[in-house]
């Protein structure tokens, strides 16, 4: 699920190479922590968050096999 995200989120980000991903697995819940440039930020959110809301939905619907519940962090490098 982590490489769907990873692929979503790469092919909007314009520097895709400086994203960094934060894996916490604690059993059945992960939180995956992405850290993006100012100026990927909105890219990746898109208008009225619309790209992060579809990406959380297709993360939801493929980890319902995994038996995971998958939470979704965008964060703004330099933003604590």
Do not use: C, H, W
């Not at 995200?5 to 939180?31: C, L, M, N």
């Not at 898109?46 to 619907?61: D, E």
Request: proline content about 2%; charged content about 35%.
């Amino acid at each position: 699920m982590v490489e769907l995200i990873k692929f979503v989120i790469g092919q909007f980000a314009e520097k895709p190479d400086e994203v960094e991903y934060d894996i916490a697995d604690s059993g059945r819940e992960v939180t995956v922590t992405v850290t993006l440039s100012p100026s990927d930020m909105g890219k990746v959110i898109g208008r009225q968050g619309k790209i992060a809301k579809a990406l959380r939905t297709l993360v939801k619907a493929g980890s319902a096999k995994e038996n995971k519940k998958y939470n979704i962090e965008i964060k703004e490098r330099g933003e604590e």
